[in-house]
Nanobody, 116 residues
Framework: QVQLVESGGGWVQPGGSLRLSCAAS????????MRWYRQAPGKEREKVAGIFGVRGSTNYADSVKDRFTIARDNTKNLVTLQMNSLKPEDTAVYYC?????????WGQGIQVSVSS
């Protein structure tokens, strides 16, 4: 059974850090393009970061570049998103996504709230 389970969300003050994890089961993360998306209230879901390929190439949305880092742990079959220097505009539900040429999976989402 395929599952993506996010963890690590919560509330943090501006300038703080959080680390999200996405634990996968039923497939191997290294064989999929793995991405984090987020959706803020009243806004469309947007792509935040992605990691793909054997070498683990990465890409980021301009809004999070130099603050967020996506990583993949092949031994634990999970993907993480290290979020530093968080801003109130980073507040959203964050989703883990796995995609290959024929299928796509989504996690249930996890709330990240940044406020003082």
């Amino acid at each position: 059974q395929v599952q993506l389970v996010e963890s690590g969300g919560g509330w943090v003050q501006p300038g703080g850090s959080l680390r999200l994890s996405c634990a996968a089961s039923g497939f191997t993360v290294s064989t999929y393009a793995m991405r984090w998306y987020r959706q803020a209230p009243g806004k469309e879901r947007e792509k935040v970061a992605g990691i793909f390929g054997v070498r683990g190439s990465t890409n980021y949305a301009d809004s999070v570049k130099d603050r967020f880092t996506i990583a993949r742990d092949n031994t634990k079959n999970l993907v993480t998103l290290q979020m530093n220097s968080l801003k109130p505009e980073d507040t959203a539900v964050y989703y883990c996504n796995a995609q290959n040429w024929e299928t796509e999976y989504w996690g249930q989402g996890i709330q990240v709230s940044v406020s003082s």
